[in-house]
């Protein structure tokens, strides 16, 4: 007889025990010979090699069910229980990239978007060069969380120039993480549409995410990890040679940016626009443009975008 200690992740406590524990106790059922004892964030498990052998495995493969989808329903929970290695849902996930909190499914919104997956899928390295509010950031981060949760990869790190926090920097109260907190705001944002507050906070503690400024990356090689670089007009042409050849094996680099946006001195040439140029044809390569028929925020700001560019337009005749 023996006795392992299983560590309960962070997931919806009603997901994995249900109302009144009654998930939990079909559970149980099923493994009549093996005592469980419930304390806290552990499972302790009790019985003979086999019986304790096999109780992990199941956890271990409900777990990565709620941790995936976010939910687990009754019917789920007996196929499971039946043998069924991978229950998949309604809408299953070659339309879903993730389930978010609740169940909260994320999927690509419009043409170029779905390009975006299918470039993914084949390429090593994407551009993704659009507008403000075509999904380019977001779409991005769903690629690398279910890269995540598919075991594809081991980390996700999401980097962007911290050129707007330039001059004022010293100037902003806290240490430097508090300091560049609010220029990678919109990567928080994304992660918390896709994944629950306390296992993103436990992904961040351990590093599996890790949020930086460009600048953290020099010197670094990056294996088996999905890394997106943000704002990435914003960064030097010197800049982007550095973070290009920070691509390790088996990793997946996506790069977004904005082409009208460009913060960066007029004396300074934009690192994007010059990769794009120079890397257009290159294999394992893809460049998705995403445009004002992408954008998926307020129906305003298709308009707006669609008046900024007549106007500049207009300026350069």
Aim: with cysteine; hydrophobic share 45%; charged share 25%.
């Amino acid at each position: 007889m023996i006795e392992k200690e299983i560590y309960l992740p962070a997931i919806d406590p009603i997901e994995f025990f249900g109302p009144n524990n009654i998930k939990f106790k079909l559970i149980l059922s099923k493994f009549p010979k093996c005592k469980v004892v419930s304390r806290g964030n552990f499972l302790k498990l009790h019985g003979s090699v086999e019986d304790v052998a096999a109780m992990d495995d199941m956890l271990t493969l409900l777990f990565w069910h709620i941790e995936k989808y976010q939910s687990l329903s009754m019917q789920q929970l007996e196929l499971i229980l039946a043998g069924e290695k991978e229950v998949k849902v309604e809408n299953g996930k070659d339309n879903v990239l993730v389930y978010g909190p609740g169940g909260h499914k994320v999927v690509a919104k419009s043409p170029n978007q779905h390009r975006m997956v299918e470039a993914c899928d084949n390429n090593d390295m994407i551009f993704a060069i659009g507008p403000a509010g075509t999904g380019k950031t977001y779409t991005a981060v769903a690629l690398a969380v279910r890269a995540l949760k598919d075991k594809q990869i081991k980390r996700i790190i999401l980097t962007r120039p911290a050129v707007e926090a330039g001059e004022n920097l010293g100037f902003l109260p806290g240490d430097l993480k508090e300091k560049l907190d609010p220029y990678l705001q919109p990567l928080y944002d994304a992660l918390m549409d896709m994944i629950p507050y306390e296992k993103l906070a436990e992904y961040m503690e351990k590093n599996v995410i890790e949020i930086a400024p460009l600048a953290f990356m020099r010197g670094r090689t990056l294996d088996k990890a999905f890394v997106i670089l943000d704002e990435a007009q914003n960064a030097t042409v010197a800049q982007m040679k550095m973070f290009l050849t920070r691509m390790g094996q088996n990793a997946k680099f996506i790069i977004t940016g904005d082409a009208t946006q460009i913060d960066l001195p007029k004396s300074q040439k934009s690192g994007l626009m010059h990769a794009v140029h120079i890397l257009r044809n290159t294999p394992d390569i893809a460049i998705v443009e995403l445009d004002e028929q992408d954008v998926i925020r307020h129906k305003l700001v298709r308009k707006i975008i669609a008046a900024y560019d007549k106007s500049e337009n207009t300026n350069q005749e």
